[in-house]
């Protein structure tokens, strides 16, 4: 089959059992892996983007040929960047200097502009946290109004939790049979989880959210310390889980070498969830996970440095 553009190998990815692993961890259960790392821009976000733009573009929001303008750790920004380069919108991406330069340089290849936003005053490179992403949304907010841009907002545009909720959950659901009994993820927009707890909710599947142990950590693109996320509210969820940034990146590596899977720092914080959840309140159960992204995204940080 012969795709009219790049767009229509959105979606559809591959759910891959861990059976590997959970045999090399001891486990009473399965955990099963979303492929959305294999997206076009290499992350779930292209899902969202793909949505918020055509959502935009139907209802009259976004004009034809008319600039795009979102803030991002480098996911998002690299689904709108391969989005409205297909659809002619000039994209302009605002993203904090503490992001993987990795991120910056794709979606500059693809056509984007990128502002990098300096980080607030104590922050570490490679670890952005809710100050740094307060300084990158004033700079959206400032070159919005500047540009008469059409603002992505990925942490308040309902079609980034719908992208979910009639894609990602539904197509877990009918790859694994109906044989999973929960979900977790970890949190950025809540898009992902929001989306994904509404439909599994009415399978009787309990979604769990994954946060960070502190407000500084490496698992970039989420875990901002941000209480009141729209896309969560009313969401329901079983429970939270804590993942610190040294078990996010021992998962991720155990994810490449037992079962031959790249992806970053919020993979291996979502199989840390998944580990949790059969440790405890799901033992015996099926936990679905997302592998978010590419650890192609993270080669210039600690995430592969020393590994075994």
Same mark, same amino acid.
């Given at each position: 089959?012969?795709l009219? +553009?790049?767009t229509y190998?959105? #979606? !559809?990815s *591959?759910?891959?059992?861990?059976d590997?692993?959970?045999?090399?961890?001891g486990l009473?259960?399965?955990i099963?892996?979303?492929?959305? %790392?294999?997206?076009?821009?290499?992350s779930?976000? +292209?899902r969202?983007?793909?949505?918020?733009?055509?959502?935009a573009r139907?209802?009259?929001?976004?004009?034809?040929?008319?600039?795009?303008?979102e803030?991002t750790s480098? !996911?998002m920004?690299? #689904?709108l960047?391969?989005?409205?380069?297909? %659809?002619?919108?000039?994209?302009v991406?605002v993203?904090?200097? #503490?992001?993987?330069?990795?991120?910056?340089?794709?979606?500059?290849?693809?056509?984007?502009?990128?502002?990098?936003v300096?980080?607030a005053?104590?922050?570490?490179?490679g670890?952005v946290?809710?100050?740094?992403?307060?300084?990158?949304?004033?700079?959206?907010?400032?070159?919005?109004?500047?540009?008469?841009?059409?603002?992505?907002?990925?942490?308040?545009?309902?079609?980034?939790?719908?992208?979910?909720?009639t894609?990602?959950?539904?197509?877990?659901?009918?790859?694994?049979?109906g044989s999973?009994?929960?979900?977790?993820?970890?949190?950025g927009?809540?898009?992902?989880?929001?989306?994904?707890a509404?439909?599994?909710?009415?399978q009787?599947?309990?979604?769990y959210?994954?946060?960070?142990?502190t407000?500084t950590? *490496?698992i970039q693109g989420?875990? %901002?310390?941000?209480?009141?996320?729209?896309h969560?509210?009313?969401?329901?969820?079983a429970?939270?889980?804590?993942?610190?940034?040294?078990?996010?990146r021992?998962h991720?590596?155990l994810?490449?070498r037992?079962?031959?899977?790249?992806?970053?720092?919020?993979?291996?914080? !979502?199989?840390?969830?998944?580990?949790?959840?059969?440790?405890?309140?799901?033992?015996?159960?099926?936990?679905?996970?997302?592998?978010?992204d590419?650890g192609?995204? %993270?080669?210039?940080?600690?995430?592969w440095d020393?590994?075994p």
């Amino acid at each position: 089959m012969i795709l009219p +553009d790049i767009t229509y190998a959105i #979606g !559809n990815s *591959p759910l891959v059992a861990l059976d590997r692993l959970t045999a090399h961890l001891g486990l009473d259960g399965r955990i099963l892996a979303k492929c959305d %790392y294999l997206s076009p821009g290499f992350s779930k976000k +292209d899902r969202a983007a793909l949505a918020v733009i055509q959502s935009a573009r139907a209802t009259g929001d976004l004009a034809e040929g008319q600039t795009v303008v979102e803030l991002t750790s480098g !996911n998002m920004g690299t #689904g709108l960047a391969i989005v409205c380069g297909i %659809y002619g919108h000039p994209f302009v991406a605002v993203m904090s200097e #503490g992001n993987s330069p990795e991120r910056a340089a794709m979606m500059r290849a693809l056509g984007a502009e990128v502002l990098l936003v300096p980080q607030a005053d104590g922050s570490a490179r490679g670890e952005v946290s809710g100050a740094d992403l307060a300084l990158v949304e004033a700079a959206a907010q400032t070159l919005t109004r500047e540009r008469a841009a059409f603002r992505a907002d990925q942490f308040v545009h309902p079609s980034n939790p719908q992208a979910h909720e009639t894609g990602t959950a539904p197509e877990i659901w009918e790859q694994s049979e109906g044989s999973v009994t929960a979900f977790c993820d970890f949190i950025g927009s809540g898009g992902t989880l929001g989306g994904a707890a509404r439909f599994f909710a009415s399978q009787g599947v309990k979604s769990y959210a994954i946060h960070p142990d502190t407000p500084t950590h *490496p698992i970039q693109g989420g875990g %901002y310390s941000m209480p009141n996320l729209a896309h969560l509210k009313g969401v329901p969820l079983a429970g939270t889980l804590t993942v610190t940034g040294k078990a996010a990146r021992e998962h991720a590596r155990l994810l490449a070498r037992h079962e031959g899977i790249f992806g970053g720092f919020s993979a291996g914080a !979502n199989l840390a969830g998944a580990v949790q959840l059969l440790q405890d309140s799901e033992q015996g159960g099926t936990v679905a996970i997302v592998i978010c992204d590419s650890g192609l995204k %993270y080669l210039s940080t600690d995430l592969w440095d020393d590994t075994p």
